[in-house]
Every structure is written in C-alpha cells, then in structure tokens.
T-cell receptor
Framework: AQTVTQSQPEMSVQEAETVTLSCTYD???????LFWYKQPPSRQMILVIR??????QNATENRFSVNFQKAAKSFSLKISDSQLGDAAMYFC??????????FGAGTILRVKS | GAVVSQHPSRVICKSGTSVKIECRSL??????MFWYRQFPKQSLMLMAT?????????EQGVEKDKFLINHASLTLSTLTVTSAHPEDSSFYIC????????????FGPGTRLTVL
C-alpha cells in the first residue's frame, strides 16, 4: 500500500526566513505524481506545487520549491522568504496516474513576525 | 487554477434528517470527483470516488447506504448524508479531477455539517 509520511507535526519560521517541510512516501510504482497542498484557516485546499516522478528537475513555483529525491522516496518543500500568509497546514500527497490522492498527516506551519 | 464550488458552506440539521451537499466544477468538465471527510487538525480521509454516469466507488469502512453519491453530469456531484446523526458532524470536502494538461485535482471550499 502507498503511504505518505510527514514527520513534522508543527514547524515555525520567522518572517522572511526559509523553512523546509519534510515528506517521505512508500511506493513500488515508477510513474507517479507528488503534490504539496496548503490548507489555510479558511480550510480551502490550495495546490502549491506538483512534481512528476519521471522528471529529474525539481519543480519550483515562485518562493516554493521542492527537493525530489526519487531513490530515497523523499519530497520536501522549501518555502523561501516566508510571509505571514504562508501560515497554514501543509499536506504532502502522492498519486499514481489517474488514481486517488494519498495524503500525509499534515504539518502546521506557523510564521512569526 | 480551476474553480470548484461547494454548497452549502455550512449546514446545521436535526438528528435523523438527510442533508445534500453539492460539488460543482465551474470551468472544466470533471468525469471524476472525490469526496473527503476531515476532522479538526487531521488529514483528509477519502470517502468515495464519484464517476460520471456510473456508481461511486467507496473506501473501506464507508457506508454507501448512508453516504449516497450521485454524479449525474460532468460538472456536478452530490453527497447525501442520510439519517444524519451527531457522529456524522464533520467537515466534508469535494475535489474534481481536471484531466487537462496538468491532470490535477482541485478542491472545493468544504462544507461544515453539524448534526444536533
């Protein structure tokens, strides 16, 4: 069975600093997708970034980037120049082509001003 | 990104009544939609996968007769909680799969159900 593990229940970062959220997953598949979703207090799930497993290049979206280590089955999210609006619950998720998302337990990110 | 709406955003009902929640993809067609349940400070738990024109696929442990899912069109899926009880109180979230270039799931804003 596919599993996604987020080992950090909570993280804190100072405004304008950089923070990295960890995620590991377990799969026997070679072709899959990985995602980071953000859930702010409004509880609206927002797609932050996605990574196709066949791509070696790490995905980036403005201040958000990932460190995808396929052999280690690791998919961490780096948030640079953290802003107050980044405070949220972050979920790492895994998907085999076409199938359902498997979510990690989530990491609460607090941003200090 | 694509937009998915949910209605209602909040509902309070009496025990024993049924509640219908709608999920709509507003700017794309979604042959597949998903229904999740989320408890406070916890992850999303997939309840069922809704496929347009066919029966929904339920996850293990989810009562299909209690949580009725209908996906009658390419833009609308509904979840009906039948004979609701206080233990059904939760936050319900839908998502819709956009099979376009990025093949990504987009989420609705969620519905908070409170059963008295």
């Amino acid at each position: 069975a596919q599993t996604v593990t987020q080992s950090q229940p909570e993280m804190s970062v100072q405004e304008a600093e950089t923070v990295t959220l960890s995620c590991t997953y377990d799969t026997s598949e070679s072709d899959y997708y990985l995602f980071w979703y953000k859930q702010p207090p409004s509880r609206q799930m927002i797609l932050v970034i996605r990574q196709e497993a066949y791509k070696q290049q790490n995905a980036t979206e403005n201040r958000f980037s990932v460190n995808f280590q396929k052999a280690a089955k690791s998919f961490s999210l780096k948030i640079s120049d953290s802003q107050l609006g980044d405070a949220a619950m972050y979920f790492c998720a895994y998907r085999i082509n076409g199938n359902k998302l498997v979510f990690g337990a989530g990491t609460i990110l607090r941003v200090k001003s | 990104g694509a937009v998915v709406s949910q209605h209602p955003s909040r509902v309070i009902c009496k025990s024993g009544t049924s509640v219908k929640i709608e999920c709509r993809s507003l700017d794309f067609q979604a042959t597949t939609m998903f229904w999740y349940r989320q408890f406070p400070k916890q992850s999303l738990m997939l309840m069922a996968t809704s496929n347009e024109g066919s029966k929904a696929t339920y996850e293990q442990g989810v009562e299909k007769d209690k949580f009725l899912i209908n996906h009658a069109s390419l833009t609308l899926s509904t979840l009906t909680v039948t004979s609701a009880h206080p233990e059904d109180s939760s936050f319900y979230i839908c998502s819709a799969r956009d099979r376009g270039l990025l093949d990504t799931q987009y989420f609705g804003p969620g519905t908070r159900l409170t059963v008295l």
